[in-house]
């Protein structure tokens, strides 16, 4: 063998051998045969999917005024026996008068309020900057959800964070003459008004609601102990509403849900209990409720749920059948992909990656939906799952203690 030969052969080798090395880097960089997964917190629960209607003590207010209704009552809003519910002009002008009054009587109040706030930590300019971003965080979030009525809100309280920074930068001293020209212009829009044509009272205090669906009165309250599955399906509203209805007031603060379920389901509940029903209002996505009735079919099966509720607002008052979520068992702890547990020794548990080994922990599962499961979350016990532990979901050949470069 000459000697250039033999050079080119251990040339080979050595490459052969540097080829491996860098394949099998990238293989490595490229394959992690190590999965985690981070445990947080989490809330989960057990629910019953239904539909509810929602049932009132209402009563429907008519009027032969015609014109213009300007409501002196917001929707959802409370009304007092005998209270004003709207007032009737002959045009649509004075009504578009008054909503320009309110406008200005609520800047007014807020200028007001802005110089007359002694609370020292208004003073700090960063606070209220931190106030101002997180004000506006949540008006882009109202927008995004369609909550117009908390959106208006939040407006308010932006203009008045506004307003107290231009105070304590300096920028005004007050809003004294703002204030007077703002009261000049309502005064001048209320002396142009003209006379009412009348006024619309209510005959009962509850709450306000303008329009009807013609549910009302299909089922009094006090019968809802003898509601069955079958009447409660067969519920239509009626169509042949008068012309001369304003809107209705629900005279009762509690109201009613009703909702059919499954015979074996019912037997979940029991009157009294507090429950919580998750919704799909952008308002009120959680309500809590009471069980008010279990009412079970002697015959079929199926059964109708009554539940009582007491919260009120806008939405909630245009709101006759929504799908709605019982919440039978709620869940708190430890979010755990399912694929992580394993069972060793008869032992149910999870290895957690930690300084470069694999430390096998014992978990004790509350509940499980199909690709995670929630385990309890013991703070007293060091040896237990913790909050953020790196959870191995994939990894070959784990045995408790084992090194993992």
């Not at 394959?31 to 057990?46: E, G, H, K, R, S």
């Not at 026996?81 to 800047?107: C, F, H, M, P």
């Not at 013991?378 to 979901?393: C, G, K, M, P, Q």
Request: glycine share 6%; aromatic share 8%; proline share 1%.
């Amino acid at each position: 063998m000459n000697k250039s030969y033999g050079l080119n052969i251990v040339k080979w080798i050595a490459l052969i051998f540097i080829s491996i090395f860098i394949l099998s880097q990238l293989y490595m960089a490229v394959y992690n045969p190590l999965t985690t997964d981070t445990a947080i917190y989490y809330d989960a629960y057990d629910g019953l999917s239904t539909s509810g209607l929602i049932i009132r003590d209402e009563a429907i207010i008519n009027s032969e005024l015609s014109g213009v209704k300007s409501y002196e009552v917001s929707e959802g809003g409370r009304v007092s026996k005998n209270g004003v519910i709207a007032t009737v002009y002959n045009n649509e002008s004075v009504a578009d008068t008054y909503l320009k009054i309110d406008e200005l009587n609520r800047q007014i109040d807020t200028l007001t309020n802005v110089q007359t706030y002694n609370d020292l930590n208004a003073a700090d300019l960063t606070l209220i900057n931190t106030k101002i971003s997180n004000t506006l965080i949540s008006i882009l979030s109202s927008v995004q959800t369609g909550n117009l009525s908390q959106c208006s809100e939040e407006y308010d309280t932006l203009l008045t964070l506004m307003n107290r920074k231009q105070i304590v930068t300096g920028e005004v001293t007050d809003f004294n003459s703002l204030i007077t020209k703002l009261k000049t212009e309502r005064d001048s829009l209320t002396a142009s008004i003209e006379t009412s044509c009348g006024e619309i009272r209510s005959n009962c205090s509850g709450y306000f609601i303008s329009s009807v669906d013609g549910y009302e009165g299909l089922i009094s309250t006090d019968k809802l102990r003898e509601l069955t599955y079958e009447t409660l399906l067969s519920l239509t509203p009626d169509t042949n509403q008068s012309a001369n209805i304003v809107g209705k007031v629900v005279q009762d603060y509690e109201w009613y849900i009703a909702a059919t379920v499954p015979l074996d389901d019912s037997l979940d509940f029991v009157e009294g209990s507090t429950l919580t029903l998750r919704t799909q209002l952008t308002s009120t996505p959680e309500l809590t409720v009471n069980v008010k009735h279990v009412n079970k079919s002697a015959s079929g099966n199926n059964a109708v749920v009554v539940f009582s509720c007491k919260s009120m607002n806008e939405e909630l008052a245009q709101t006759r059948n929504m799908p709605i979520t019982i919440i039978k068992k709620s869940y708190t702890g430890l979010r755990v992909n399912s694929s992580a547990i394993r069972v060793v020794n008869g032992i149910k548990g999870v290895y957690v990656y930690e300084s470069s080994q694999a430390n096998f922990v014992e978990v004790k599962i509350l509940y499980s939906a199909g690709n995670y499961s929630i385990c309890e979350l013991n703070t007293e016990d060091a040896d237990s799952l913790r909050l953020y532990d790196e959870i191995i979901v994939k990894g070959k050949n784990l045995y408790d203690g084992k090194i993992i470069q």
